[in-house]
């Protein structure tokens, strides 16, 4: 049995436009990177976190990757095992690509692993939601279940859970941009209207089941047009300095489709190809900072695996 793992979790991209709360999917990077050891003290200490700006605690009760690492613990029976933990983060903060997410997920994969995977990725999903229930309040699972089941995911039902793995058109890439303006998801999440007027819950619903389609179906036009959202992207996009245009620019240069990632501040358009990726990150990139704001973009197909072991 091993006494010590380095794992990396994946970013991902929540809601996809239509699906809030419902759909997400993985890509390859960025990501987290948790490295655990089996102490043979007792409980869990973290002795390290790195990347994050000093902004994250290092008291295990309120770290995300900790909190959901005991949850799993006592849920094994072994609430006092000795842990330790070094959290490297190689992803921003708030910047609504599941940084949370990946790093409670690498954490809980690791552990996991180190117990001799008593559970399944997909059976560590309600872990990982207590860590974003500690994070912004809502233990919504559409960053954690990609982030653990790799690809793209559907959430059909909260209580009770029921996860849903999704085909999807192996060439899809995904291309994401993050302005570096600060969104925190826990305000984003305050700010949408808790009614909605059934018209728009018809059109919302009819795009969610067209991307799902569209996914199973290959049906690339299908896809891009379903990634509409009336209900959210209205009032969340008032965040994203000069989203409308963004929008244009990523759709004019051949994207299927575009919107919020997770709560936002990052973007994301979905491509059939890396290059037609790349070019709209640099459309974007530039626009951002015509703007004088400074961005970093990421170009990944869909992560297919979810958490990996590094060491
Ligand atoms: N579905 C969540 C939200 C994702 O939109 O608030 C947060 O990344």
Redesign the pocket.
């Known amino acids: 049995m091993k006494d010590s793992v380095k794992v990396f979790a994946p970013a991902t991209v929540?809601?996809v436009v239509c699906g809030?709360?419902v759909l997400g999917f993985a890509v390859n990077q960025p990501g987290d990177e948790v490295v655990m050891r089996l102490t043979g003290k007792t409980g869990i200490t973290i002795s390290k976190i790195t990347g994050d700006d000093g902004k994250l605690p290092l008291n295990p009760a309120k770290n995300t990757v900790s909190a959901s690492v005991q949850h799993y613990l006592d849920h094994i029976g072994k609430p006092d095992l000795g842990i330790g933990i070094e959290l490297h983060k190689k992803m921003p903060i708030g910047s609504?690509l599941?940084s949370s997410s990946a790093s409670t997920v690498a954490g809980l994969f690791a552990v996991n692993t180190l117990l001799n995977d008593q559970l399944t990725n997909k059976e560590l999903v309600p872990f990982a939601m207590k860590g974003e229930e500690l994070a912004c309040g809502y233990g919504?699972a559409?960053?954690v279940a990609p982030a653990l089941m790799g690809g793209f995911v559907l959430i059909r039902s909260y209580e009770p859970l029921d996860i849903i793995s999704l085909p999807f058109p192996q060439d899809l890439h995904a291309a994401i941009v993050y302005p570096e303006v600060d969104v925190p998801?826990k305000d984003?999440?305050q700010m949408i209207r808790s009614k909605v007027l059934l018209k728009d819950a018809v059109t919302q619903w009819g795009n969610v089941a067209g991307l799902v389609s569209g996914l199973f179906m290959n049906d690339y036009g299908l896809i891009g047009r379903s990634m509409t959202d009336i209900l959210v992207e209205p009032t969340r996009s008032i965040l994203i300095p000069d989203f409308a245009i963004l929008k244009s620019l990523a759709l004019e240069h051949g994207a299927l489709g575009f919107g919020i990632s997770?709560?936002g501040p990052s973007v994301f358009a979905l491509t059939r190809d890396a290059g037609t990726a790349a070019n709209i990150t640099q459309k974007l990139q530039q626009h951002l900072k015509g703007l004088a704001i400074n961005s970093l973009s990421f170009v990944s197909e869909v992560n297919k695996r979810g958490p990996i072991i590094l060491d």
């Open positions: 929540a809601n809030y709360d609504g599941g919504h559409d960053n998801t984003a999440r997770g709560s």
